[in-house]
Antibody, heavy 120, light 107 residues
C-alpha cells in the first residue's frame, strides 16, 4: 500500500523558514516523480513543485520560485520542500503526491497533508 | 501558464442524478487532463487520468471525455458518497494548473 506522510508544518512568522518532509513507503520511491500541491484554507488546489525521479529535473509555480526548493533523498525515501521568505500567502495545507499513471502523468497518490500557518 | 476554466463552480443534485462538469483549457493540451475528487477534510483522490482513463478502484459511474481544449467529467447515477468538490488538472506542461473546482451539493 502506498503511503505518503508529511511532517514539519506549523506556525512560522512572516519572513521565516520551514522545511517540510514527506516520508514515502509501499512503492519504489526512487523510480517516481514527486510533486507538492497546496491549498489555502477554504480555497482550491494549487500545484507548487515537481521533481523528476533521480532528482535531475525540478520546476516550480511562479508564485514560489526562488523561495521554495524541492529535493529528495532516495536513500531515505523522503521528499522535501524547503520554504524560505514565507508570507501569509503561503499559509496552506501542503500535500505531497506521487506522480505517474502508466505511461502518462498524473497525481496518483496523495499524503494526508500538513498545515503551514504564516502569521506574526 | 495554461488557464483551466471549470464550470459550474457549484451545483445541486439529487441521488440518482446524472452530473456533468466541464473544464476548458486556454490552449490545446491533447488529452493531458485529470479529474480529482476531494471531500471535506481529506486529501484529493485521482478519479480519471489522460482525460478518459478510469483510475483503478474508481467506480464505473465516473467517466471522462474530451481532447484539445474541452473536457467533461460525468457522474452517472450520483451516489451519497459523491457529494464532494471536483477539480480538473492539466498535466500537459509546467506549471501544471488546476481548475477552480466544482462543488457538488445535495439538492
Amino acid at each position: 500500500e502506498v503511503q505518503l506522510v508529511e511532517s514539519g508544518g506549523g506556525l512560522v512568522q512572516p519572513g521565516g523558514s520551514l522545511r517540510l518532509s514527506c516520508a514515502a513507503s509501499g512503492f519504489n520511491f526512487r523510480g517516481y516523480d514527486m510533486h507538492w500541491v497546496r491549498q489555502a484554507p477554504g480555497k482550491g488546489l494549487v500545484w507548487v513543485s515537481w521533481i523528476r525521479s533521480g532528482g535531475s529535473g525540478k520546476t516550480y509555480a511562479d508564485s514560489v520560485k526562488d523561495r521554495l526548493t524541492i529535493s529528495r533523498d532516495d536513500a531515505k525515501n523522503t521528499l522535501y520542500l524547503q520554504m524560505n521568505s514565507l508570507t501569509d500567502e503561503d499559509s496552506a495545507i501542503y500535500y505531497c503526491a506521487r506522480g505517474g499513471c502508466s505511461a502518462t502523468s498524473c497525481l496518483a497518490d496523495w499524503g494526508q497533508g500538513i498545515l503551514v500557518t504564516v502569521s506574526s | 501558464a495554461i488557464q483551466m476554466t471549470q464550470s459550474p463552480s457549484s451545483l445541486s443534485a439529487s441521488v440518482g442524478d446524472r452530473v456533468t462538469i466541464t473544464c476548458r483549457a486556454s490552449q490545446a493540451i491533447d488529452n493531458d487532463l485529470g479529474w480529482y475528487q476531494q471531500k471535506p477534510g481529506e486529501a484529493p483522490n485521482l478519479l480519471i487520468y489522460a482525460a478518459s482513463t478510469l483510475q483503478s478502484g474508481v467506480p464505473s459511474r465516473f467517466s471522462g471525455s474530451g481532447s484539445g481544449t474541452d473536457f467533461t467529467l460525468t457522474i452517472n447515477s450520483l451516489q451519497p458518497e459523491d457529494f464532494a468538490t471536483y477539480y480538473c488538472l492539466q498535466d500537459y506542461n509546467f506549471p501544471w494548473t488546476f481548475g477552480q473546482g466544482t462543488r457538488v451539493e445535495v439538492k
